[in-house]
Every structure is written in C-alpha cells, then in structure tokens.
C-alpha cells in the first residue's frame, strides 16, 4: 500500500493583509507549515490556523524562514551558521508555544524560501537547520528537498527526517528546484501537475524541465495553497491520488 503526506503552507496573512486561500485549502491536506512571524504572519494569525488545523485534525509544523517581511522571506540573507540555527530555533519556539496551548504535538520543521533554497545546496546552512531542531526536540522532523544538502544534514545531525517534492515546481536535469526567477518554474497547469504528482507517488520520479527523467524519493509532496487556483488545484491532486488507492496520512501518523 502506497501512502503519501500533502503538505501546504499556511498562515502566512498578516495583520489586515490576507495572503492564501487557508480555509478552503486546508481540509484537502493533511499536513500544514505555519509561517512564524519573520517572513510573515503574527501571533493573531499563527493562533488562528493553529485553531483550524486542530478542528480538522491536520499535522502542523513550523516553518521558519528570514526576517524579511517585505520580501516574504525570498531574498537571501548572508547569516551566519550560528545565526541561522538561533534564527529557527526562536522560530519553532514562538509556534510551540501556540501549539501547546491548543494541545497540539508539532510534527515537523520546514525552512522557507530563500533559506529553504540555501540549504538545499549549503550543507552547513542545512546542518544549522537540523542542529536547530535537534536542540529544541529531536522527536520533529525535518522537510528535506529530495536530492539535497538537506537530506546529508539531517543525517548527520540524527534528526528524522522525511524528503519532500513539489507538485507545481519545475525541476532541473539534477533534481532541484528551478529558479523562480527564470520562465516555467512555477506550472499553473492543473492536469500536468496531478500527472506530476502520481508520477512522483507511483514512479518515484519527476520530468525534468528539459523533459528528463529524474529519480526522487518522495514521503510527502507540497502543495502552494496562495496562488490563483490553487484550491482547485489541490482538490484534483487528493481525487487523483485516491483514484489509484494511495492512501494520503501525515508521514508523523
């Protein structure tokens, strides 16, 4: 039997700005990383999601990222290892705190944007991720990019650790991410991301932007729910996935 996790960022709208579609998104997922408070959200939003996870009884986890508000995080910022690992753990602290006020158990950390994107290729940036984690409770898992930096960090530092792929991300030849700065990064596509998805699932294995094909190892599969569509979008993706009897669990479960 097949089983696969459906993750999707979440609480990512601060103060009066609303960013994502999360209510409508959220039922059809069954794990969320709730933004922090340094790229965005705040603790009235980060209360918020964490109230609507536990009414539909899905994972959560942490998901730290620069403090960069005004660039959501996406631009890269030349922190030290050591601040990095200060950075995430302040981070995974602030969330805790809610989660245990709802009496929820966190079940994992994913980095966001740029530092996400710097850890897949910089192993002490990645080791400074894990090392956050294992310092604050070495029970959490870590989301690793399949085929990165990532993923040798996690190892190293003895965290758990799941590798995660995207359903609506182009990938290099290497099994990376392509650039959001470069044209077909990101596909709108509904059917060519839900071929994509099972293809993951099934296959362990992704079409690469130039039309390769590219191994993966895959235990849960990310979903942008803040994108035009994306509902619609996810819903496909879950009736897709279920029609060939994979069964969708957080990987924590």
């Known amino acids: 039997m097949k089983m696969i996790d459906l993750n999707c960022d979440m609480g990512e709208s601060f103060g009066t700005y609303v960013l994502g579609y999360d209510e ?12 922090c408070g340094f790229h965005a959200s705040d603790p009235d939003n980060m209360a918020k999601t964490l109230m609507l996870a536990k009414k539909h009884g899905i994972a959560v986890g942490a998901h730290p990222g620069f403090p960069d508000l005004v660039g959501f995080g996406r631009r890269s910022m030349a922190l030290s290892p050591d ?20 009496g929820i158990k966190m079940q994992h950390v994913k980095a966001h944007g740029a ?11 990645a080791m400074a991720i894990a090392a956050a984690i294992k310092a604050v ?3 959490l898992y870590m989301l ?6 990532m993923v040798a960090a996690a190892k190293q530092i003895g965290v758990p650790f799941v590798e995660e792929s ?9 099994g990376t991410l392509v650039s959001r700065k470069l044209p077909g990064s990101v596909i709108h596509d509904i059917e060519q991301v839900v071929t994509r998805v099972v293809r993951m699932v099934k296959d362990q294995s992704v079409i690469s932007i130039t039309g390769k094909e590219v191994p993966i ?13 994306a509902v619609d979008m996810v819903k496909a993706i ?3 996935l279920e029609k060939e009897n994979i069964v969708l669990r957080a990987f924590g479960a």
Do not use: W
């Not at 690793?144 to 930096?149: F, I, K, V």
């Not at 990310?222 to 035009?228: E, F, I, Q």
């Open 24 to 35: 409508q998104a959220m039922p059809f997922v069954t794990s969320i990383n709730v933004a």
């Open 83 to 102: 601040e990095v690992k200060n950075t995430v753990m302040y981070q995974i602290g602030a969330l805790d705190a809610f989660c245990r006020a709802e």
């Open 115 to 125: 530092l996400y994107n710097m850890a897949e290729k910089d192993l002490s940036i």
């Open 137 to 139: 409770d070495p029970t």
């Open 144 to 149: 690793c990019l399949a085929n990165s930096q």
């Open 166 to 174: 995207f359903a609506d991300r182009a990938y290099t030849d290497e």
């Open 217 to 229: 190892q895959t235990q849960t599969i990310c979903v942008h729910g803040d994108t035009p569509g």
């Open 238 to 240: 879950r009736t897709a």
